[in-house]
């Protein structure tokens, strides 16, 4: 049964299934990728110097992101995974089923992946995570 996503793409539609099938206070691993500003376009060839600069503009717009969702992450009873957004602005986060939805409501938030688990095609189960 195909349902609604009602989250603009920032969850897939598989995941919000998946999320609905659960309690509102079950808890959930995914990657939230922050919305970041980097102030500049990327494409063209940068010297080291505005590598560096455009890395760190990156990190300091990732943060700023970071702290203002940190209300929605206590407010649902999660908890980050990591002290500091990545160089793409992701942060891992355990979260309530209902505080993913209230992440993917948020301006600061980009998108929300489910953190799995990488199966070898030979099917073990590695305990890799993205």
């Known amino acids: 049964m195909y349902q609604r996503n009602p989250f603009n793409h920032k969850i897939s539609v598989d995941f919000a299934n998946r ?3 659960l309690q509102p206070q079950q ?3 995914v990657i939230v990728f922050l919305h970041i500003d980097n102030g500049k376009n990327c494409g063209a060839r940068q010297s080291p110097a505005e590598r560096k600069a455009a890395i760190e503009s990156i990190r300091n ?3 700023l992101a970071f702290e ?4 929605i992450i206590k407010d649902f009873g999660g908890h980050p995974l990591s002290d500091n957004p990545g160089a793409l602005g992701q942060i891992p986060i355990e979260i309530s ?3 993913v939805n209230a992440l993917a409501e948020s301006d600061m938030v980009k998108a ?3 953190d799995q688990t990488i199966v070898p095609s030979d099917g073990t189960e590695s305990n890799n995570h993205w």
Not at 68 to 71: A, C
């Open 19 to 21: 999320l609905s099938n």
């Open 27 to 29: 808890k959930v691993r």
């Open 61 to 63: 717009s990732a943060k």
């Open 68 to 71: 203002y969702i940190l209300n």
């Open 97 to 99: 089923a209902a505080g």
């Open 112 to 114: 929300v992946l489910e």
